[in-house]
């Protein structure tokens, strides 16, 4: 641990490696002469910092192929995103998204913020996507016409069933996972894993990501997203945003609780996938956001800030997980914390606990089983601030900074 982290605790001196992380990719975008994978390069981490960041684990030529995956799925998602569009518009746009990927001068433009920056200068990505090898491109051919199908589908369709929910996230998540798969192939480093297990890492950061975003998409304008499958919600209540009143805070909560049940089904095929990885930048891409989304979980389980406000780890504990997962036996600490800090959570009066204390119980004892845990101490709890050793610090910086001006 370095003097940051002595002073400070391991959150404080990962964030500063974190930051030290997120310059070097801004000085490598900055230093590239081809206008169009700086443009590819920056928008990501404009529209995804976190994914931007985990990223760099790659070497050049798959980190290439990757981020030009990630930017035409994202403006796939943007165009289903975008509840302005008609539907008798936005399904053909859809279903043939696959296509215009080939032709450098298509455009539509929709979204807002950076996703609107993304798809006005959509053309930058497309020029980057035909300079890549023809493994590459067949693989995000593929899986963006697979994906803009299930898409479509599900713009004429409600979520009415957890078959139906594994069905959508399988479209619009467990897709990405089959993909990359199939670029660690093409890119000679892996072998090509079953599209089951790439599923199921597809399937878990999705719903991750669903159970947590509650508020964001039912309060969405003009019109709500709704993606929590009604064969769950509506043994708790009659609609879907009646989760979000107070008078129902307990029945919200133990509807949350059984998302978050239903997600862990997929977490020991995600043990399975990453203890297959033969490369190890490729694990460390793989298993942050696993280890970051099963951390989520625990924060959000019996949660009623999900229907409150925005609930998301700290960064402290972001950059932790960054900076620590650097093998399967830092994944294996990680999930067999995670999921005991998730199960000191558990309500026997919960209806799903039984099921929910089963399911963590089996992520602890394939992490147990495996022989290579450690501690690291993970907690979900705001560290306490010690103002001594914040001045300390501040005081060591300006020393620090006077020396290197004394010394010019």
Not at 388 to 407: D, E, N, P, S, T
């Amino acid at each position: 641990m370095g003097v940051v982290g002595a002073l400070l605790g391991p959150e404080a001196e990962a964030l500063v490696r974190l930051r030290a992380a997120a310059c070097r990719l801004r000085r490598e975008v900055a230093g590239d002469d081809d206008e169009h994978w700086a443009f590819a390069y920056s928008m990501l981490h404009r529209v995804s910092r976190s994914f931007a960041i985990v990223i760099q684990q790659l070497g050049p030529d798959l980190r290439n192929a990757v981020c030009v995956f990630y930017l035409v799925l994202r403006a796939l998602d943007t165009v289903e995103d975008d509840t302005s569009i008609p539907t008798e518009i936005k399904v053909p746009i859809l279903q043939e998204f696959h296509c215009h990927i080939y032709n450098r001068d298509w455009h539509f433009s929709c979204g807002t913020k950076d996703c609107k920056i993304l798809m006005d200068k959509f053309h930058y990505v497309l020029t980057a996507f035909l300079e890549l090898g023809s493994g590459y491109q067949e693989a995000i051919e593929e899986i963006t016409r697979r994906m803009g199908a299930g898409m479509a589908k599900f713009i004429c369709k409600e979520v009415e069933t957890v078959d139906d929910y594994d069905e959508y996230c399988h479209y619009v998540a467990g897709l990405v996972g089959i993909g990359l798969s199939r670029l660690f192939h093409a890119a000679g480093l892996e072998d090509l894993a079953p599209e089951s297990l790439s599923n199921s890492m597809g399937l878990f950061l999705q719903k991750v990501n669903i159970t947590r975003d509650y508020l964001e998409d039912i309060n969405e304008i003009p019109k709500s997203r709704m993606f929590w499958p009604r064969e769950i919600w509506s043994k708790y209540v009659d609609k879907l945003e009646d989760l979000k009143y107070e008078n129902n805070s307990v029945k919200a909560v133990k509807c949350l609780n059984e998302m978050v049940t239903n997600g862990l089904i997929h977490t020991e095929d995600c043990l399975r996938y990453m203890s297959a990885l033969k490369d190890i930048t490729i694990l460390r891409f793989c298993a942050i956001p696993q280890v970051m989304a099963l951390a989520t979980y625990a924060l959000c389980y019996n949660n009623v800030n999900v229907f409150r406000g925005v609930v998301k780890l700290r960064r402290g504990l972001t950059a932790r997980i960054i900076n620590e997962t650097n093998s399967m036996a830092d994944v294996y600490t990680a999930f067999y914390e995670f999921s005991s800090l998730l199960a000191e959570k558990i309500d026997d009066n919960d209806p799903n606990a039984s099921l929910t204390r089963k399911r963590v119980n089996a992520i602890k004892e394939t992490c147990k089983s495996s022989g290579l845990l450690e501690r690291r101490g993970y907690d979900l709890d705001r560290p306490k601030r010690n103002p001594a050793m914040i001045m300390m610090l501040l005081l060591l910086l300006v020393a620090i900074f006077l020396g290197a001006l004394y010394r010019r």
